[in-house]
């Protein structure tokens, strides 16, 4: 089993900047993608962004240039430096580990609230 904890979340008036952090923990040795999902009320959950294991990355063309995914192997962890951030950036977002095998597991999300 893999526990993923997101923090960071939080209420940013637009244009501002916020940075997640996701921490694996448990059988994490055989994860070789994690990224962030996001859900806004009433919409579906999408990719915002991931990064593989040799720091290969990608990300929704909603968020580029905006939107940052790095991971620190060390320590077992994945962040999202938000910056310029707009109102339809405002959702839960969700972290998402993949393990080689095909198991997929999900944090419990943090809140990002965007205010105009």
């Known amino acids: 089993q893999v526990q993923l904890v997101e923090s960071g979340g939080g209420l940013v008036q637009a244009g501002g900047s916020l940075r997640l952090s996701c921490a694996a923990s448990g059988s994490i040795g055989g994860i070789n993608l994690m990224g962030w999902y996001r859900q806004a009320p009433g919409k579906e959950r999408e990719l915002v962004a991931d990064?593989?294991?040799?720091?290969?990355?990608n990300s929704a063309d909603s968020v580029k240039g905006r939107f940052t995914i790095s991971r620190d192997n060390a320590k077992n962890t994945v962040y999202l430096q938000m910056n310029s951030l707009k109102s339809e950036d405002t959702a839960v977002y969700y972290c998402?580990?993949?393990?080689?095998?095909?198991?997929?597991?999900w944090g419990k999300g943090t809140l990002v609230t965007v205010s105009s």
């Open positions: 990064i593989f294991t040799g720091g290969i990355t």
């Open positions: 998402r580990a993949r393990h080689w095998g095909g198991m997929i597991y």
